[in-house]
């Protein structure tokens, strides 16, 4: 069973960087694909991005794109989220999911979740 920890979260001016970590453990990593969700102040769940076994495909929810970037590093078992240009609206839990086959964008299609990690973007 594939277990993920959060890192990286914390509290940044509109404008700044943070890099969040998902490190994963307990079943083989690259074959799993990543994605990270969002759940913003009293609301669900939300896809922001998501990477292949490999790392050869990535995408986007359309409000990060060009200052959010998917990475991943298989012989550390971690996938990484760079956020650039951070707006008060990207605040939220973060959390990182795996599933096979295919990414998703949906909730209940992931297998397994980390327990999120707080990003708070101050106007």
């Known amino acids: 069973q594939l277990q993920l920890v959060e890192s990286g979260g914390g509290r940044v001016l509109s404008g700044g960087s943070l890099r969040l970590s998902c490190s994963a453990s307990?079943?083989?990593?690259?074959?799993?694909?990543i994605g990270w969700f969002r759940r913003a102040p009293g609301g669900d769940r939300m896809a922001v991005s998501c990477?292949?076994?490999?790392?050869?495909?990535?995408n986007y929810e359309d409000s990060v794109k060009g200052r959010f970037a998917i990475s991943r590093d298989n012989a550390k078992n971690t996938v990484y989220l760079q956020m650039n240009s951070l707006k008060p609206e990207d605040t939220g839990v973060y959390f990182c999911?795996?599933?096979?086959?295919?990414?998703?964008?949906?909730?209940?299609?992931?297998?397994?979740w980390g327990k999120g990690t707080l990003v708070t973007v101050l106007p």
């Open positions: 999911a795996a599933r096979t086959f295919y990414c998703s964008d949906h909730v209940v299609a992931m297998n397994y």
């Open positions: 307990g079943d083989t990593f690259d074959v799993y694909n």
């Open positions: 990477i292949t076994p490999s790392g050869n495909s990535t």
